[in-house]
T-cell receptor, first 111, second 116 residues
Framework: QKEVEQNSGPLSVPEGAIASLNCTYS??????FFWYRQYSGKSPELIMF????GDKEDGRFTAQLNKASQYVSLLIRDSQPSDSATYLC???????????FGGGTRVLVKP | NAGVMQNPRHLVRRRGQEARLRCSPM?????VYWYRQLPEEGLKFMVY????????ESGMPKERFSAEFPKEGPSILRIQQVVRGDSAAYFC??????????????FGNGTRLTVT
């Protein structure tokens, strides 16, 4: 079992719709959860982080965390073509000294 | 620009040569992480360092790879006797806290290593 799992996609979303990305993790002691966006050939860029169960909203992005189910998700509202990228879920485990990344979900927003 | 600085951006080496990748963390950050990303794959942790100390090298291959973060100067990831399978993007990230908890990592632009 991979430590952090994501559906590789591509997730195809019409412009203006909501994109929903999911991530599960295996380390029950994980403390911090991050979403990074990575455009092709570029470096990962932090877009959201969440530490507590529930929802956290930032602009068009909402992160949702459910520690009991070991599940974190990212919603992108009013998706734009510029949102087309790979979204990486990252988890800071109980040891707390490194981020473990999922394989990423590729999102394609079609005009 | 006070971001994480990596150089070179692109590095081409022939099989058997050495590759040296450099990373200067963000101002005020004393902890450095190296990650490797193979084509079409996610980021894989390699090593976590603070000044003059290797904290966690559990992701480093046992041979040919080494990393350091001296008291003065950038962190260096060194790959000896490179092979084609070493071709990848190598990203450095930094954080201000010892364990990174509640502190997101900030990534540099990466070094893209090509082994011919």
């Amino acid at each position: 079992q991979k430590e952090v799992e994501q559906n590789s996609g591509p997730l195809s979303v019409p412009e203006g719709a909501i994109a929903s990305l999911n991530c599960t993790y295996s380390d029950r002691g994980s403390q911090s959860f991050f979403w990074y966006r990575q455009y092709s050939g570029k470096s990962p860029e932090l877009i959201m982080f969440i530490y507590s169960n529930g929802d956290k909203e930032d602009g068009r992005f909402t992160a949702q965390l459910n520690k009991a189910s070991q599940y974190v998700s990212l919603l992108i509202r009013d998706s734009q073509p510029s949102d087309s990228a790979t979204y990486l879920c990252a988890v800071n485990g109980a040891a707390g000294n490194k981020l473990t990344f999922g394989g990423g979900t590729r999102v394609l927003v079609k005009p | 620009n006070a971001g994480v600085m990596q150089n070179p951006r692109h590095l081409v080496r022939r099989r058997g040569q050495e590759a040296r990748l450099r990373c200067s963390p963000m101002k005020g950050h004393s902890h450095v992480y190296w990650y490797r990303q193979l084509p079409e794959e996610g980021l894989k942790f390699m090593v976590y360092l603070q000044k003059e100390n290797i904290i966690d090298e559990s992701g480093m291959p046992k041979e040919r790879f080494s990393a350091e973060f001296p008291k003065e100067g950038p962190s260096i990831l060194r790959i000896q006797q490179v092979v084609r399978g070493d071709s990848a993007a190598y990203f450095c990230a930094s954080s201000p806290l010892r364990d990174g908890v509640n502190s997101p990592l900030h990534f540099g632009n990466g070094t893209r290593l090509t082994v011919t």
